[in-house]
Every structure is written in C-alpha cells, then in structure tokens.
C-alpha cells in the first residue's frame, strides 16, 4: 500500500506526458493521494510495509515504512500536493510540463520520507531536480534561467556532499537499512557529522549556503515553490534527526558551536535581509530560509543533549507547521499577482477593500508565519524555545544551545516586522491603481487556502493530532 | 568446440563481408544490417554457451583465458559494434556525402565491415592474458580505427581527426612495446598470471620494473584517454564520423580499461610495487577529472563536449582502477555504454538532419520531437550521475569503493567538484533542448531503427537505475 502511494504521483505524471487531460489528472491523483494516506495511517496493520532487494552486494534495498516522524511528513506531502495542485495559473498550453513536474516532484519527495533504506532516501529526493530545473527555467519568472541553474548546481553539490558522507556512515555500519542505523566509531564521527550537516545543510538552505533558495522560490512557478519550500526543505532536516543523529552523535555534538552560529545567521542575518526585501515573493522565499533557523535550534538542542524529550516533537511539529504555512504563503501570493498584475510592495495597497476574503486568509498566513498562538506555527516555535532550555536549571551555566535560543527569540519580533509592514502596505491603506480593480479570491483558488487554513487552526488549537504519531 | 573459436568466427564473418560487399550493388546499407544480424548470432553465442566444452586448449592456455569477466567484455565489445552499425546504418546519408564524389554512397560499403574486425580484436582484448597477445589485439582494434576515423575522405575534419590519431597512436604503440621489453627484461616473462609469483620472489630489478610499468601506463592512458595523454581526444572525437566517435568513447576505452586491469592487477597486489602504482594512477584520475570536467564547461559544439565529458568519465574510472575494486569499473563501463550511445544516436539524427553537432542545433527540440528531447535528457541525466539512473550507480560504486580505500581527501573534493561541473554542462544541453526557441519548426522525423533503439536504452537506462542486479549477475558476482 506504501508503494501506492508513490506509484499514483508517478504513473499520473506519465500518464500526462501520454496525454491525458493534465489538471484532471492531477486532481484525481492528489486526492487518490490523501485517500491512501488516510487510510496507511489510521489502520497501521494495512500499511505493511514493502521491501524489494535491488542490490546483493552492499544490500540494499526498495523498503518503504512508516514510522513516527516520517508518518508526520507524509501527512504535510499529501497536503501540500493536493492544494499545489489547484495553485497557480498555467500558461495557456504547457499543462503536461505545469501538472506532470508537480507530480513527479511529489513522488520524490513522498518517496524520501516513506523510505527505510538509506540509498533510496537519497534518490527520491533526487528525482525532484531536473523536474524543477524544467519547470523554474522554462515556466518561470523573474530571473527564471539564473535561478534555475543555481538551485541546481547548488542541490547537486549538496548532495554529492551528502552522498560522501552517506557512504562514509554506511561503508562502517554495513548496512543500508533504517533499522541498522547506529552510532559509528568515534574517531570518524567528526569527519561524517561534518559531511552530512554541510550536505544536508546545503538542501536546507544553512546559512551561507542559502542564496539559491530565496531567488529559486521567487522565480518558482507557485505549485513548485509550495513543494519546494514546504515539503522538499523539510528532507535535510528529516535526514538529519533520523541519520544524522543516530549515526553521529559525538560528531553533531563536536559540531555544535558551529551549528548554533550558523543558524543565527539563518535568523538574525536573514531575517534581517527579509526585512529589506521589497517584492512580496522574495520576501516569503528569505523568510522560508529564516524559518529553518528555529529547526535547526531544535536540532542543535537534539544534539546537546540527546535525551532532551522536546526538542524532536518541536521539531517535527514545526516542520509541518511551517510547510503548511509557507505553501498557503505562496499559494495566496500566486492570487494577488493574477488579480493585481505586481508583487512589489510599493505598487500594493489597500487590497483587502476589493478582495477581502484574500486579505483574511493572507492575514492569517501571516499570523501563522509570525507565531501568533492559536495556530500551528506557535506551537512549534514555543515548543523549540522550551526545548532550548529543558533540562536546564541556573547552575549548569549558559551553554551554546541557552544563548543561542535567547538570541534566537529576536527572530519573532523580525518575522513580526516584516510581516506586518508587508501585510499593510499590501492590503491595508488607500486603494492603488494596481488593486483598485482587483477581484476577490475566486471559488477554485479558496479550496487549497481553505484546506491549508483550516489545518493550520486544527494543529494550532490541538497539536496532539500531529504530536500522536511521534 | 574451445572459446577462442569465436574470435575466429568473428573475423572470417568480416572477411566473408568484405568479399559480399566487393560484389554487391544497390545500397550499400544493407550490409551494414547484415553484419548486426551477424553480431547478434555471435552476441546470442556469448550468452548462452552451449553445453559442449568450453576448455581453452593447453596451447592457447597462456594467450587466452575465459572468464565471466572476459565475457562480461564481449558481450560490451559485441553490443556496441551491433550499435555502432545501427548507427551507421542511419547515419548513411551523411556518409555518402563524404565519401564519394556524387552521393551515391558507393565507397561506404567498407565502413559496414571494418568495425566487426575492430569488434574480434576488442573480443580477443578482453579475453588476453599475455603482453604479446594483449598487444596483437590492441594493434588489430587501434590500425582498425585508424581507418574508420579518416573514412570520410572528402571531410577535412576526419582526415585531420585519422592523422592525429595515427600519429599520437603510434606514437602510444611504441610506448607500449618499449614497457613490455622492460617488463619483459626485469621478469623474464610475458605471461600475465606468472607475474604475482615472480613479484613474491623479489628476484627481479625493481627500477626497471617500475619504468617498464611507467611505459605502460603512458600507452594505456592514451587508450583511455587519461591526463596526460589525452590530448587527442577531443579532435579525433569531433573529426571522426559520430558512430565512429561513439564506438571510440565506449568500445575503444572499455578494452583498453580491461587490459589496464589486467596488466595493473599482479602489480596492485604486490607490496613492491603497490604503493608506487596506486599513487601514480590516483594523480592521473585527479588530474584527468579536472581537466574533463572544467575544460567541458565552455564547449559550444555537442560533439566536443561529448570527448570532454569522455575524458571526465575517465577519471572516474582510474579511481576505481586505482582501488583495486574492478568490478566497478566493469559496472560503470556497461552503464557507460548505454547512456553515451543513447546521446551519440540523438547527435547523429541531428547532426543528419540539421548538418551541425553545435548545441544549437538541439534548440527547441523539446518542440520539434518530444519523444527525442526526452531520451537525450535521460541520456544526459545519467551521464550527470542523477540518481535512479544507471549512470548514478556507476558513480555510486566508484565513491563507495574510493571511501573504502579511504584516499585522500583532495581526491574526493575534486570528484565533488567534477560532479557538480558535469551538471552544468549536461543540463546545458537539456537546457537548449526545452528553453530555447527552434531554429525551424519542422519536426524532426526519427527512423525506425533509431526509434527502436532509443526505446530500448532509455528504457534500460531507468530500469537498471532502479534495479542494477542483473549488470552484476552478468559480471558473475
């Protein structure tokens, strides 16, 4: 059943390229899509799992599974891919490259979470790149071609970074499997935690490696800018709590130092370019790229102390909560540029008198993306915070992981700023000439919002739902 | 009925060939079907052996040996020159233009022939134990080629492409021999698998040991287009007619990594000469990845980029030779064949219908011929390494194997950086094929043959990248 639902993206995108009616198809498949994972994850005896040897000599496998966190992710893919989707609007004729790439890069990406084998971890994700590297360069905007070539290259160093220290781990452990992960000899740690924080890091956009994503997303088509930013991001930081952590425990603690100042630079630095950012696109893609910096404090606290029991639930809470939010972010951001023809800020304003029902769900994006409690975004991050401090009392000091989550805290006040200054000189104030004949969200593009805002509020009031499967 | 037969058969069917086309009118092409058909009955023959005895005889014991690994390469020789002459056989067009003075292809009907020669000798490469026997076999595959690559007479470019690559081929043939002579003079034999013995004795002079295998190494690099010798293969690749080119990049260099391997092997094994050896092919691998890889980065031409990126694959190659894990390099050179003879099909319809190699040549073919545009970026998807291709795992088992030998770290980061630059200049096609506007809006129309088996290696490519057992079951391990 695992397979499924790989299978039904995959052999949908193909059967586009055949010649299908694209955006039925796609429709069809997402929703089949949600069906499947419904019912993996409620009935967990039904969702066997499914492994085919491929390879004798190392083992390796085709083995997909569901376990706590990689259930979680399932969950945030199916989602993401049903309301991509219905986002944005198609250029007249390319809908077999709009529809058929949106479906390939979902496979990939549920691929890689459903994965138990380490190499087709790494596949899946690998199966998204040229799929994007189609669809920014040919059917995207702004400085399509130059940021199509970066996110590129930059994805394809990253994963042969990765792919080295992959090989390192395993080349010791034996084994490709999930369930042999283990910790390896100490005095290689070092070398493999290095590896795989620079590969991994690389795919998460860690600061500096981060300035092909903001340009990326912008220039992105919005279906690949959602799967990209809300659900393929989301693989480096699954690799690094499930394999990085276990196989390289002493090495990610090595490492800290250099993991908490770079993630501040995610914040801190950043944010402070998103706060400069005057178009709305590249202001959500730096603020994507801000984001993981709280994932990565989580990650940093894991690696601090292993037994810390929040800092993994933070994380993957916030993982979904912020892929929730981003794609709603930049699904909405497709709508305001078909009815007002511009993103740039200056060139907004007073949008929320011709298209209300926008400006709310807009608004309650932005709130999510802000922090502001009642939605998921807030449960995450207050759960990061704490997980900074847990197990902490005055005597031990200020570690690394303490200061670095006090600093990180300025990070809300930031995305605050950015936010709310974007929000009111986009909806709020006097009508422009851009927005004074805008229409207000149509029918068709409210069900991806609505799905997306009303996950955001169920998770937000009761993050349990979410936290149950870890 | 002893293995070493079906060499012979090979080239008795190539001289029957010659005789038949010396007499035959009316299109020439045909012949070029009838040696495929030929090759197949000899590939079919190298699958499933037939019960009968299958011992090589006490006197060709020590040229000849047959081994999973010997048939693993001939299957490899045997399937490239079947589709060399598919190639050629659509590729007759430009040919004719080339070769005769009016265009009815009357001097073409060599160029059917001569590569089932090359394609015994490549046989007999795989299967030599011995240096005099290696060399018989090279000199076949090497004097052959030298008559194939300036076969488009009227072509400036092919005649200069046949000069340099005589010239700098003989030059690496004296190479050759003058190594063997001081192998010969520091061991006092030319057989191969007396040679662990002999280095265990440590009775033999180890200078000029270690300069007869210096020899050596310059002469096989030349085959295989290794820094510091690689010199030639940019130019004999673009002058030469492109299935000439593709059975070079493939057929040429997967001989000449065997004999490598089987000449390097006793001298990896053995502690004297180990750590010299291993040293001195991990620089060339670093040096050649460098070159191949940065100097692909500026080509405008699809052709050239192609002897560049050959080159890069190359120093992938030397890195597994290098660690001693053989049975990589065999997988990466299998893989290899599928992906660059995919690429080389596409770039010989459009070099037929649009007379250039350029990359701009390939613009818009996204419009002109989907199904086309979608091969060739498989094509160039797998020679990029892009996993759930076949060509990822060659790389994969190449990394695998140069961790395992724990090389230098400088090593790895040059291979990183060869990754990520062979991204650039693959997709930069893929690029042209989807991104830019068609110089013309006809449509591209595809022959069968090159239908058919575009068909087959995109298909194996994605199947083997998602289950490459069967390539290893093959090489018997």
Redesign the interface.
Known sequence: MLLALILIPLLAALAI?GGTPARLTAIIASLANILVATVALSCPACANGFSL??????QIH?SLGLSGISAVMLILSVIVTLTAVYSGKCPEGREKLWFSSTLFIAAGAIGAFLSTDV?FF??????A??PT??MI??LGRGDR?EAA?KI??YL??GS??L??GL??AT?HLGSFAFEDLAAIPAEDQNTVALLLIIGFGTLVSLFPLHSWAAPAYASAPTPVAMLHAGVMKKFGLYGLLVIGMKVAPQGMLHWLPWICVLLLGNIIWVGLVTINQKRLDLMLGNSSVMHMGYIFLAIAALAANPDNSIALPAAVLLMFAHGISIALLFSLTSVVENKTGTLEISQLGGLAKTAPALAFLFGLAGMASIGLPGLANFAGEVMVFFAGFADWSPSDGLGWVQITTIIALWGVVISAVYMLRAYRNSFQGPLVKSTENASDIHYCEKIPAYVLAVTLLVVGIYPQIILQFL | MSPHIIEFITVGFGLLLLMFEAFSKGNKSRIGLLAAAGLAVILGMLLCPAPCCYEVPAWMERFYDDNAVARFYKIIAVLSTILVLLMAVDFRKVLAKFSASDDSGSGTGEFYCLPVFACAGLMWMASATDLVSIFVALELVTITFYVMVAFMRRNVGSLEAGVKYLILGALSTGFLVYGIAWIYGALGTTDISLFSNLLEEGTFNRSYLLFGIALMLIALGFKVGAVPMQLWIPDVYQGAPTPITAYLSVASKAAGFLVLMTIIKPFLDSEATRHAVMCTLLIMAGATLLYGNLAAISQNNFKRLLAYSSIAHAGFLLIGVATGDFTSVSFYLATYLLMTFAAFFVLALVRSEEESDEIDAFDGLGKRNPVLAFALTISMAALAGIPLTAGFWGKFFIFKAAIAAEVSWVLIVIAFISVAAGFYYYLKVVKAMYWNAPRQEKAIAVPIITKVVLLVLTAAILILGIYPQPVLDLLGK
Do not use: R, S
């Not at chain 1, 040897?53 to 190392?58: G, I, K, M, R, T």
């Not at chain 1, 790494?122 to 199966?127: S, V």
């Open positions: 390229l040897q491929v390879l004798a000599d190392p085709l190499f790494y596949a899946f994700h690998e199966l790149l040229i590297f189609l360069g040919i071609k070539w590129t290259i394809a160093f042969i970074v792919l080295a090989l390192l080349n």
